[in-house]
């Protein structure tokens, strides 16, 4: 997905991270505007799905002013 490709690009962190939030802006609003699933389980479940994505970035855009949180933030966010 575009998502990826993000991070596969050479550009500073804070810009990835700016566009993935805006990504994920434009597909819940997608999401919420046009329910493209035929099951409504789907569409509430693919909604959740990116707005955690969301949050989880705007968390990762706000600790990027200190170094030391910026390394701690990926232990959290991995599995």
Do not use: A
């Amino acid at each position: 997905m575009r998502r990826e490709l993000i991070f596969v690009s050479e550009m500073l962190p804070i810009v990835q991270i700016t566009l993935l939030i805006l990504t994920s802006i434009f597909q819940l609003i997608y999401m919420i505007k046009f329910l493209p699933f035929e099951k409504n389980d789907l569409n509430y479940m693919e909604i959740f799905n990116t707005s955690l994505l969301y949050s989880f970035s705007v968390m990762m855009l706000l600790k990027m002013n200190n170094p030391y949180d910026q390394n701690e933030s990926g232990f959290y966010l991995t599995p």
